[in-house]
């Protein structure tokens, strides 16, 4: 099984990207996280482009195919102005579109997110699962705020506290199984 994993920030040093990792860690034995590493490259979103016929952005057909051969998605969004981080958000109106057939239909999804501050992205988290479901996805209802990143990182790690570390195992276990479902259902139908 194979999670697509989306960092929202672009900075050096992310701790979001640092909680990206510690998901990975955290995932059962038989399912992988891969990292989408080209959100620096998507460029603006510009309906133009998609209405003269030009061939989409190389970062953005990166974007969709990798969304559609993943069989989840999780994302650790970091907020900005109580809200999603402008590149993050770019890049999920680009997985949208064409109308009708955006990248995520029918693909299980889940957000974790880190912050600086006292609140751990909650905004943001929440706002990325509205998104997200726009998208077509299966949102997943856990999250995982993470405050005060900046004093539980070091060495490129982040700590998590051990309720922390349950939750987490708790929301990777509820992506797993939402795949895990899609799977039986779709056994089911061949089945029958
Ligand atoms: C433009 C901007 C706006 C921010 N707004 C918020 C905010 O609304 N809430 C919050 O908790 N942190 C806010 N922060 C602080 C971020 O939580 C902090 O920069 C965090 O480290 C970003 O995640 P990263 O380490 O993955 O890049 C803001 C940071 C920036 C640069």
Do not use: C
């Not at 929202?8 to 909680?19: C, E």
């Not at 895990?180 to 139908?189: D, K």
Request: proline content about 6%; aromatic content about 4%.
């Amino acid at each position: 099984m194979r999670v697509l994993g989306i960092s929202g920030s672009l900075r050096r040093g992310s701790y979001n990207h640092a909680l990206l990792r510690r998901a990975a860690e955290r995932l059962p034995a038989g399912v992988e996280l891969v990292e989408f590493d080209q959100l620096r490259e998507i460029p603006p979103y510009d309906a133009d482009l998609e209405e003269d016929g030009s061939p989409a952005p190389a970062a953005v057909t990166a974007l969709r195919e990798a969304m559609r051969e993943a069989d989840a998605v999780l994302i650790a969004t970091p907020e900005y102005n109580h809200s999603i981080p402008g590149a993050l958000k770019n890049a999920l109106d680009w997985a949208s579109r064409p109308a009708g057939e955006s990248a995520l239909t029918g693909t299980p999804a889940a957000v974790i997110g880190a912050s600086t501050g006292m609140f751990g992205a909650v905004w943001a988290q929440a706002e990325v699962r509205k998104v997200l479901g726009a998208l077509g996805g299966r949102v997943v209802d856990e999250e995982l705020p993470v405050s005060h990143a900046a004093q539980v990182y070091a060495d490129g790690q982040l700590e998590l506290s051990p309720e922390q570390t349950v939750a987490l195992d708790g929301l990777l276990a509820e992506l797993v199984s939402e795949v895990e479902e899609l799977r039986e259902g779709a056994a089911e139908q061949v089945a029958a």
